[in-house]
């Protein structure tokens, strides 16, 4: 099973970018979904995630307010919507599902997304 993310790229700080995570149609619709982060030399990390319904939603304390994480359950993709972008928030980004596990998804995973914030 396979999740496939994108949307990364090179941002300035203070400057936004938006990533889609879009899954397969069995995995999605009752699925909760997330995204995590990791940079180089530190651990991957819960960044946001949403229940399957979309009803509720997680953000780590560092994004809180900046980032905004949404799902479209008919066209099967998740995003994150990163505003305010800083250079702590470089990292390779990666989307995640899981039937029951909320807040952090973690029994399919995509190939992650570079997101580089730089000036």
């Known amino acids: 099973v396979q999740l496939q993310a994108s949307g990364g790229g090179l941002v300035q700080p203070g400057g936004s970018l938006g990533l889609s995570c879009a899954a397969p149609?069995?995995?999605?619709?009752?699925?909760?979904m997330g995204w995590y982060r990791q940079a180089p030399g530190k651990e991957r990390e819960i960044v946001a995630a949403?229940?399957?319904?979309?009803?509720?939603?997680y953000y780590a304390d560092s994004v809180k307010g900046r980032f905004t994480i949404s799902r479209d359950n008919a066209k099967k993709t998740v995003y994150l919507q990163m505003n305010s972008l800083k250079p702590e928030d470089t990292a390779v980004y990666y989307c995640a599902a899981s039937l029951s596990d909320y807040p952090r998804p973690d029994d399919y995973w995509g190939q992650g997304t570079q997101v580089t914030v730089s000036s």
């Open positions: 949403t229940s399957w319904t979309g009803g509720r939603t």
């Open positions: 149609v069995r995995i999605f619709s009752n699925y909760h």
